[in-house]
DNA sequence: TTGCAAACTGAACGAACGGTCGGTTAGTAA
DNA sequence: TTACTAACCGACCGTTCGTTCAGTTTGCAA
């Protein structure tokens, strides 16, 4: 009797050299699968049955590599903070004017928004329930904070219109950036820079044909 | 024993009149509670003890409202969704120019947005996973193939930029409006038309500071 | 061929889940 | 007082949940 869908396998060849053991599944496959899942069915509604049918194996053998469902929540949400954190230590998010610098972080989110896609959009849908994901919503406010505090510094430089709330209008600006990872199709599709453009177009420019 | 915290009791006054029976709540009252924490622990999280001990009542006193879970959940569905597209049969988003149509249903959709934000937070949080929630998603889409249209439209009349693909640019301009419920809280804080004003400001003429 | 390491199985656990049911309580109106 | 209506309770059902555990399978290297 065959399966009823591929299971997804790999212990990456990214490596390149093979490791001894059984093959199978590593801690970093089942992470994979894992974000994707949690995705589509939700964090509380995939359960570990959901999980084991989309590796191929049983819910037991999960245990093997992960201490629990919570415990791959917290992988997750962390390769999504460390990413997006990453991008506002870069030079570009450091030197030069605000409004430039808000730039750089706006599109190096949508880079990382589609590098890191299960993560992110898993990051983006935490509701604090329980103290994982409390704790990385703490990060992420930490994160918001620096966007504001870019903006607040526009406006004083007078490269941002000083009409709209700082605060109100960093959250709108990652408001539209965030939700890319709810139409973004890896596979078909746009790349990362046109929708990157696309998006600073709208964010500082506006919609509005300037001709005339 | 007293409770742990005051239960959330109302068979609205909004009609005056009193009916008769037994005084608690209506299914109009336990439908405003669910919706409220289906939010704060997403409808997966919540159990229908979570429901009773917010209500104020047992489990068992909940399914004399309500047929059960997902019902609650269809019910508060069909509430954004009507009043959504109640927005786009408004004269101002069925007269005029495209832009200004598309003006008008976004700040009607920030305005739905405020005054039935559980609804609509929960609404745009469905994943699909079951039949009540396929059904939502497809009218959902029919709302956003509207918007598209709009920005098609606008592009066509030459009063929005060219220069960005208006399915995309339609998506993150919702993707903005949509975000409000990520932050907005109805009793501290700014008045629907102050967020509307940010908002459109900053869709049609950007951010950047127009000066010089 | 043997030894080892890593991946995996199948059966089972207590807890929590959504939902059912027969009976009870608290108001209104005659 | 009585009849009626609507809200509610408590015990219980079958199922699914996350997790555990003792043992088995598989490929690689010595």
């Not at 894992?34 to 819910?59: I, P």
């Not at 610098?101 to 599109?107: K, Q, S, Y």
């Not at 959250?171 to 078909?188: A, C, H, Q, T």
Request: charged share 30%; aromatic share 4%.
């Amino acid at each position: 009797m065959a399966r009823t869908s591929a299971p997804e396998n790999s212990r990456a060849r990214a490596t390149g050299r093979r490791r001894s053991g059984r093959p199978g599944h590593d801690a970093d496959s089942v992470l994979r699968v894992a974000a994707r899942v949690f995705n589509e069915r939700g964090y509380d509604g995939t359960s570990m049955e959901d999980l084991a049918r989309a590796l191929g194996v049983t819910k037991s053998a999960i245990y093997h590599h992960v201490s629990g469902k919570s415990e791959l929540l917290r992988q997750s949400l962390e390769v999504a903070m460390d990413a997006l954190f990453a991008v506002t230590r870069e030079e570009g998010a450091t030197d030069g004017r605000a409004i430039d610098r808000l730039e750089h972080v706006m599109r190096g989110s949508v880079r990382v928004l589609v590098e890191e896609l299960p993560h992110v959009t898993l990051l983006l849908r935490v509701r604090g329930n329980t103290e994982v994901e409390k704790r990385a919503l703490e990060r992420r406010r930490r994160f918001d904070h620096l966007i504001a505090d870019l903006v607040r510094e526009g406006v004083v430089d007078g490269d941002i219109r000083s009409d709209v709330d700082p605060a109100v209008a960093s959250r709108l600006l990652f408001g539209m950036v965030n939700s890319i990872v709810e139409w973004y199709k890896p596979d078909r599709g746009l790349a990362c820079e046109e929708i990157a453009d696309a998006l600073t177009r709208i964010a500082f420019e506006g919609l509005r044909s300037t001709r005339g």
